[in-house]
């Protein structure tokens, strides 16, 4: 069987189309989506696309009705089976007498974790689980990573330009890359809880840190009403502040300031440098599930130094700066291949 065209695939993939929406704006939640499928016709489709509000699977039961009854539901992720915000999916999907549910992956979360699975079954419901599991662990990979390892997922992006440097060695770095990269940086920022930077990159370059499209809005983004949080991270008392449109403002450092909304003192080491194994804990307790990092060296470096870099987005430029200029990562450095 050709998997690309069967029903299976097909309807998980619009169930996945319709768990875009919830992008971002839906941590620290996973973004869901469901769909209904009665006689091989789509009845509806759901998408969890805020924190708090109703999840994939209670709009598309609510949407469907009295058809619900006897029809297939397509889920990306394990319906939630606990009582939160909102009330469990699986008593929802009980009642509505759905005949199948087929689920994309297992919730990692500790609460589900399967738990769910078992409840539709002794109610007499079958349930497949599996149907395309990595394109739904793909979907929302910060979720998993917090729930797997009690930290946020961190993305590093760089821009540098052929021989590997991200400013010149006055620090000036607007713009190394073009605006199709700028774009697609855009929508990273999209679809993470948080953008960081560091204290010098927020007084060199002045970033709103927001993401923001134009004409060019990816299709899933509904508006430009969600923005993610904005992190600073400093050693000392902040004299600059970020512009109020956009994500609530954070300064992870020392001092205080009516120019941000939170302040969080993070834990460091012996020599002043950010714990980041124990910070980052932090950050996932405050609900962050995916941070992307778009500081300079030195912030780069710290982070890539406790081995806290999931995933390293490097954009290189077709253009050299000549002489010295600042490469991606600050410190020392290895002396020797064998430590790379």
Known sequence: MNLATSPD???????????????????PNPCVGAVLVKGGELLTRGGHRRDG???????????????????TLYVTLEPCCHVGRQPPCTEAIIAAGIREVVVGMVDPDHRMSGRAIEQLTQNGIHVRVGVREGDCKALDPGYIHRQEFGR???????AATLEGNVAT?????????????????HGLRARVGAVMVGRGTLEADQPRLTARFDDQKPWWRLDNEYQPKRLVVGNSLCSHTLPPDGGARWYLGPGLSSDFERYLDLPRRSGGDV???????????EGINAILVEGGPRLAGSLVRAGMVDEWLSFTAPTTLGGTGQPALAGEGIDHMTGA
Do not use: C
């Open 9 to 27: 695939d097909r309807f998980m993939g619009m169930a996945l189309e319709a768990a875009l929406t919830g992008l971002g704006r839906a941590a």
């Open 53 to 71: 509000g109703p999840h994939a699977e209670s709009v598309a039961l609510r949407a469907a009705g009295a058809e619900a009854k006897g029809a």
């Open 169 to 185: 060695r006055l620090g000036h770095s607007q713009w190394i890359t073009g605006p199709s990269a700028r774009n697609f940086g």
């Open 152 to 158: 946020p997922r961190v993305l590093l992006k760089t």
């Open 275 to 285: 714990d980041w194994s124990r910070s980052l804990k932090i950050l996932a307790s």
